[in-house]
């Protein structure tokens, strides 16, 4: 086997590839199409996102099963639902939650920032009572500063009486005014009285609204409640939650030290936080050691059979303990990934979820030695010199060093004739010699650069057997202990 190895590693690559170095190699646009050597994978994962089925993928590591379940991500639309809790005014414990579409969201967005729906003024434009009860002018001097600062820049004085909690009747400074969040008034038109509200916005502006304005926004905004998004529109459609936690999995409520008091609290609805399950929801879940998550696949399997999971808080010691928000969607795609010796420890329901409703695949670790899937390494090379951005390029001979060890992998791990797809390894490989080739200052990386890469990839079980010969003696060398040749041992 050792002497067939290195005859491999001798070895020359048939053919020429038609290219002096990678940077001529093109790599296609679309993350699918960069997959190499997994085409079963590649047609079902067109499948999956169309049809939205589950995926469990298994296969060594490194085979490129992320990859896949980013890739059918990227085959999804863009989420289509916003998904907030509200503030529950008779039971704050029991925040409402409420889904919009995209459409909705739009409509209401475009009613609230529509020309129509007030005039926004600056401080200086609104009337001068105006300005100063929303904390703009300063009684004083008349000068006009940020509606944050509580004392003017300019005289000193105190524009407003800053908050002082729910405490403030006991700690005296009743004759300064407070600052308002709002200011009502009255104005004739046409020889009727209707009535303006000013509010600041945002910014350090001044929205003023009449009741034409305030019944379009009636009808846009109908609840009015103070509003948590969870998970807007504009989210990512890959979530990985690769060994999470039940609270980063299935969500959790904040701990609040002052028990959600009314007035000096953290309203209940605002500690709210979606777990993985729910970030995912119109997207992919990516679990890969799915045994990892021990008990918590029961809760994944409640999850993908309701498509909604409630969240609560998780720590029994916690304010958040009595606070619960039911049926928040979760409608995922879950892409698992295992090794080919963990399968029977994937919890039996969850397996069958998966297979009931989705695929099971046994990915490849070897693929043909054939001039196209040659070729694929060698994209493979300039797809992984573009992805890190801090290496350059391979030449030709670099690349077809590559392959020859491809073949020797396929052989010495797999015992099979053709290349490995066990292409974590390999990437590693061209990263390191791409270092050794910015740390001599060249354009490329040789082939040279490729064999020190390669020996210094080696397991470092491999290094320990070189220098030492057995881990016996390796173990003897970090006590500083030598071994005489008649057998005693010495202190080194």
């Given at each position: 086997m050792s002497s067939y190895i290195s005859s491999l590693r001798k070895s020359c690559v048939s053919e020429e590839f038609g290219f002096e170095d990678t940077s001529q190699v093109s790599v296609p646009p679309a993350l699918l199409d960069q997959v190499i050597g997994q085409e079963e994978a590649v047609r079902l994962a067109r499948l999956i996102a169309k049809q939205r089925r589950h995926l469990l993928l298994v296969g060594p590591p490194g085979t490129g099963k992320s990859m896949i379940?980013?890739?059918?991500?990227s085959l999804l639309q863009r989420p289509g639902q916003e998904v907030s809790v509200l503030h529950n005014p008779t039971r704050p414990e029991r925040p409402l939650m409420e889904v919009r579409s995209r459409e909705q969201v739009a409509e209401q967005r475009q009613a609230l920032g529509a020309p129509g729906a007030g005039i926004v003024l600056r401080p200086e434009q609104a009337p001068a009572f105006v300005a100063e009860r929303l904390g703009f002018r300063c009684r004083d001097c008349g000068k006009f500063s940020s509606a944050e600062a509580?004392?003017?820049?300019?005289?000193?004085?105190?524009?407003?009486?800053?908050?002082?909690?729910?405490?403030?009747?006991?700690?005296?400074?009743?004759?300064?005014?407070?600052?308002?969040?709002?200011?009502?008034?009255?104005r004739v038109m046409d020889g009727k009285e209707d009535l303006v509200v000013f509010e600041r916005t945002d910014g350090q502006l001044i929205r003023a609204l009449d009741s034409k304005d305030m019944a379009k926004m009636q009808r846009s905004e109908p609840q009015a409640?103070?509003?948590?998004?969870?998970?807007?529109?504009?989210?990512?459609v890959f979530v990985q939650a690769t060994g999470a936690s039940e609270t980063e999995l299935l969500g959790d409520v904040r701990h609040d030290p002052y028990g959600g008091h009314a007035q000096i609290g953290t309203p209940p609805y605002s500690r709210v936080v979606a777990g993985a399950v729910h970030e995912a929801h119109e997207g992919v879940l990516f679990v890969d050691e799915l045994i990892s998550l021990g008990r918590l696949q029961r809760h994944l399997l409640s999850a993908m059979q309701e498509k909604k999971f409630p969240i609560t808080g998780r720590n029994a010691s916690s304010t958040g303990a009595?606070?619960?928000?039911d049926a928040v969607p979760c409608d995922f795609i879950l892409v698992a990934a295992v090794n080919t010796t963990d399968v029977r420890r994937i919890l039996p329901p969850l397996r069958s979820r998966i297979g009931g409703n989705g695929y099971e695949l046994l990915v490849n670790s070897c693929m043909p030695d054939t001039l196209e899937n040659r070729l694929a390494l060698a994209r493979f090379c300039a797809q992984e010199v573009r992805r890190d951005g801090r290496i350059p390029h391979l030449s030709r001979a670099a690349v077809e060093a590559l392959v020859r060890e491809a073949r020797v992998r396929a052989r010495s791990i797999d015992q099979v004739t053709g290349l490995t797809l066990r292409l974590r390894t390999l990437s590693g490989i061209i990263k390191t010699a791409g270092d050794?080739?910015?740390?001599?200052?060249?354009?490329?990386?040789?082939?040279?650069h490729l064999q020190a890469a390669i020996e210094r990839g080696k397991p470092i079980e491999e290094q320990i057997s070189k220098r030492y010969g057995t881990p016996y003696r390796a173990a003897m060398s970090d006590l500083g202990l030598s071994r005489s040749p008649a057998g005693d041992s010495d202190v080194g």
């Open positions: 379940a980013q890739a059918i991500s509580a004392n003017c820049p300019a005289c000193g004085g105190q524009k407003f009486r800053p908050s002082g909690g729910p405490f403030d009747d006991l700690v005296g400074g009743q004759d300064e005014p407070e600052r308002e969040d709002a200011v009502s008034t009255t409640l103070p509003r948590n998004v969870l998970l807007p529109l504009e989210r990512a009595s606070v619960r928000v050794l080739a910015v740390s001599e200052g060249v354009a490329r990386i040789e082939e040279k």
